[in-house]
């Protein structure tokens, strides 16, 4: 696939229209992992309505796209997400659809501040519930919703400079795009309500210890180091990744035991079914990298059966 391209059973649809965000989000697909590239360096990345709808496509794109099978969420220069700009003034930066500007002629009230914001924040929900693996690469200062991106992704891995912080409180803020709801379930409740209620920087060591990063990497290596870890996701049986997020994912809804158990025998029987699970069993034992087929060129009635 040509980089950028969209991808459906094989056939270009589309590449990836950076130009419409004025080059502020990147997007490139290789080996099947796709690469989301937030590229506003001047700014650290601090999200805007275009920085925003330009992830929120790219991650569109990855999710319908049957040829990218891990996605890698990162920023470009010394910061991955500052989150929402503070200077940038009423109606841009932090409050770019989320409240009117003081010039507008529509009416600002706080149902339509709600509704804008929730839409908005769909780029977290796409993250946190796409059939693929997502993961952030964080390469260096990670706050505000930017923070709330990162922790809406299933794996996180930090460069050496990198420093996180919620910094809502700072803002004025009670936090957005997700943060409250998911960094409990990474870190713990009680570690949580420390980082959100007193603010702390937690840097790239302190968050390894903690669980906030699976792994922290040297600055100058650091991408390639993460794209490695993203080949083994690539390079696993895709149907079988699809269906341990899709469980693990129910279980933070409110299922109870025996619904959880009714969910993942009908999945991890129907991976079974499928000719990937005796490939990966047959590579194992050969001790050599499997050749997965995943859904691929399939038709609807193959589909439905998997």
């Not at 690469?35 to 805007?48: D, G, H």
């Not at 959880?260 to 050599?288: C, I, N, Q, V, W």
Request: net charge positive; aromatic share 6%; proline share 4%.
């Amino acid at each position: 696939a040509q980089a950028g391209a969209y991808v459906i059973s094989g056939a270009i649809k589309m590449s990836f229209p950076a130009d419409l965000f004025s080059g502020a989000v990147q997007y490139e697909v290789k080996d099947g992992i796709a690469v989301i590239k937030m590229n506003q360096p001047q700014t650290m990345n601090t999200m805007n309505g275009q920085l925003n709808a330009g992830v929120t496509l790219a991650l569109d794109m990855a999710s319908e796209d049957h040829n990218v099978r891990v996605v890698i969420l990162t920023g470009s220069g010394k910061a991955f997400s500052a989150g929402g700009s503070l200077s940038a003034g009423e109606g841009k930066g932090a409050s770019d659809g989320f409240r009117a500007a003081t010039d507008s002629k529509i009416p600002a009230t706080v149902n339509a501040a709600i509704r804008n914001l929730r839409t908005g924040m769909r780029s977290s929900e796409v993250l946190r519930s796409m059939d693929k693996p997502t993961v952030a690469a964080v390469n260096g200062a990670c706050a505000g919703a930017g923070f709330s991106w990162a922790c809406a992704c299933d794996l996180r891995f930090g460069a050496t400079s990198a420093v996180f912080r919620t910094a809502f409180a700072s803002a004025g803020l009670s936090g957005d795009y997700g943060g409250t709801w998911t960094l409990p379930r990474i870190v713990g409740p009680a570690k949580a309500r420390e980082l959100y209620l007193l603010n702390k920087k937690v840097r790239a060591e302190e968050a390894k210890a903690i669980g906030l990063v699976s792994d922290v990497f040297p600055d100058h290596e650091f991408l390639d180091r993460v794209m490695q870890e993203a080949k083994l996701l690539a390079d696993a049986p895709p149907l079988a990744l699809k269906r341990i997020k899709q469980n693990l994912n129910d279980a933070d809804r409110s299922l109870s035991f025996s619904e959880a158990l009714d969910s993942e025998a009908e999945r991890h029987a129907r991976s079974g079914y499928h000719p990937d699970a005796a490939e990966a069993g047959k590579a194992f034992m050969e001790k050599r990298p499997g050749k997965f087929l995943g859904t691929g060129k399939r038709e609807a009635w193959e589909m439905s059966k998997l």
